[in-house]
C-alpha cells in the first residue's frame, strides 16, 4: 500500500506560481513511478505529467508543456510540481498518484495509488 499526500494548492491570480508537493510515508516509494492529474470543476481527471523513478523520463500534457515541471527527491519521499504561468483554465483539483510501472505515460487507471487532492484556483 503506497499512502500519498498533496500539499500546496491554493488560490493565485493568472501568471503567478504555485508549488505542489506529494509525500509519501511508504518506504519503497522510490520504487514507483508517479503522476500528476487534475479534474476541473467541469471536465474529467485528466493527465498533467509524470515522471520515472529515478527522476528522469519526465511527461507533460501539451497543456502544461514548458509551464510546469515535475520532479522528485526520493531521499524525502517526495513529488513536486512546480507551475508557472498559471492559467485560469489550470483551476482544478490536483492528485498526485503512483504506478508500478516506473517510467513512461500511462492512463490514469494504471495507478492504483491516488492522494486525496489539493485544489488550485486561478483567477483571471
Given at each position: 500500500q503506497v499512502q500519498l499526500s498533496e500539499s500546496g494548492g491554493g488560490l493565485v491570480q493568472a501568471g503567478d506560481s504555485l508549488r505542489l508537493s506529494c509525500l509519501s510515508s511508504?518506504?519503497?516509494?522510490s520504487d514507483f513511478g508517479v503522476g500528476w492529474f487534475r479534474q476541473?470543476?467541469?471536465?474529467?481527471?485528466?493527465?498533467?505529467?509524470?515522471?520515472?523513478?529515478?527522476?528522469?523520463?519526465?511527461?507533460?500534457?501539451?497543456?502544461?508543456?514548458g509551464r510546469f515541471i515535475v520532479s522528485?527527491?526520493?531521499?524525502?519521499k517526495?513529488?513536486?510540481?512546480?507551475?508557472?504561468s498559471l492559467k485560469p483554465e489550470?483551476?482544478?483539483v490536483y492528485y498526485c498518484a503512483a504506478t508500478?510501472?516506473?517510467?513512461?505515460?500511462r492512463p490514469a487507471?494504471?495507478?492504483?495509488?491516488?492522494?486525496q487532492g489539493t485544489q488550485v484556483t486561478v483567477s483571471s
Amino acid at each position: 500500500q503506497v499512502q500519498l499526500s498533496e500539499s500546496g494548492g491554493g488560490l493565485v491570480q493568472a501568471g503567478d506560481s504555485l508549488r505542489l508537493s506529494c509525500l509519501s510515508s511508504t518506504s519503497s516509494f522510490s520504487d514507483f513511478g508517479v503522476g500528476w492529474f487534475r479534474q476541473g470543476p467541469d471536465t474529467e481527471r485528466e493527465f498533467v505529467a509524470s515522471i520515472g523513478w529515478r527522476g528522469g523520463n519526465t511527461v507533460y500534457a501539451n497543456a502544461v508543456k514548458g509551464r510546469f515541471i515535475v520532479s522528485r527527491d526520493n531521499a524525502k519521499k517526495a513529488v513536486y510540481l512546480q507551475m508557472n504561468s498559471l492559467k485560469p483554465e489550470d483551476t482544478a483539483v490536483y492528485y498526485c498518484a503512483a504506478t508500478y510501472i516506473k517510467e513512461g505515460l500511462r492512463p490514469a487507471h494504471e495507478y492504483p495509488y491516488w492522494g486525496q487532492g489539493t485544489q488550485v484556483t486561478v483567477s483571471s
